[in-house]
């Protein structure tokens, strides 16, 4: 029998893969954060070091567990799965205030990169890393977490890697667990920009030019514009979540369909990106 057609996911792929070929070559952590460091937190510069770039992560961490009301003394109990983990800016955090941590990731050099992290600038007996298979296929048993956190992740996949990772991230959360995604909103500059990412992707394809231009800043800033799920889409995913929170910017307004609008609350989130929303939603307790 002939194999199904492989779905076009790959390109989406390529400024990950590149990043963390690059850091695989690096020997300490302060080195990989000068060269690939912008991946995560766009911050350039000969002298970054490691604990900046966590001391970074510390800080958003702290925000956003305090605005998400997760902040909980039940932290000590729980398992958080974070989604795209990237080289463990934020997950350094996560694994000083949760039980148990599974970092996620479609790159196994980050997750590398991300074990030293938390090693060097967390608790490591925590951490359990795991790759996305083929970046839509989270490896974990159902119900296996008790929040799933996902941080400038999501709008960097395909549409459908993004939709696979919704559902997957709602089928490993446990019974009356937290899934808070973020996900990136339509802006104006996106009139260029997502067309832009689009052939960028395209020509990343191209042998000799296609290498010769991955891993170079400006391509990859316009490449990763992926995708921007919309709020419908998202919800339509998770038909059964209960105590559905839209946490946008204030100057936002998320618009859904008549027949989603009465299924969730919108909240405002100052510290947020404009561009930015996140769900936050509740799996039934069963
Ligand atoms: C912009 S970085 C953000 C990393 C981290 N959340 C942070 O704030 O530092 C995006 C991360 O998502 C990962 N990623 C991209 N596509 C993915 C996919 N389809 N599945 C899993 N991880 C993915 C990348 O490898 C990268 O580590």
Redesign the pocket.
Known sequence: MADAPKKP?RS??V??RT??SASEAKVTGDEVVRDTGW???NEVGSALTLDQFVAS?DA?VALYMERFGINTEDAAVQTIL?????????TAAFSRSFGKVIA????PA?LERCRQTVAQKGDVQRLRTSQ?RD??VIQEPAASADLVF????LQ???PE??AD?VRESWRVLKPGGRMILNFRTWVAQDIVLVPAGAIVRAVWRLPIVGQRLTGRRWTTRLG?QANRLGLDEVLRIVPDADNIVIWKHPSRSMKSSPALQARRTDRDLDIANRSHWWIDAQKPKG
């Not at 795209?84 to 934020?90: E, K, L, Q, T």
């Not at 996620?104 to 790159?107: L, Q, Y």
């Open positions: 996911r989406h792929l400024p990950w990043a963390g991946v995560f937190n992560g958003e974070e989604l795209g983990s990237g080289i463990g800016r934020m996620c990731d479609v790159d980050f996305v970046g839509h996902s941080y400038i992740t960097h996949c395909s890697d993004a990772l990763w």
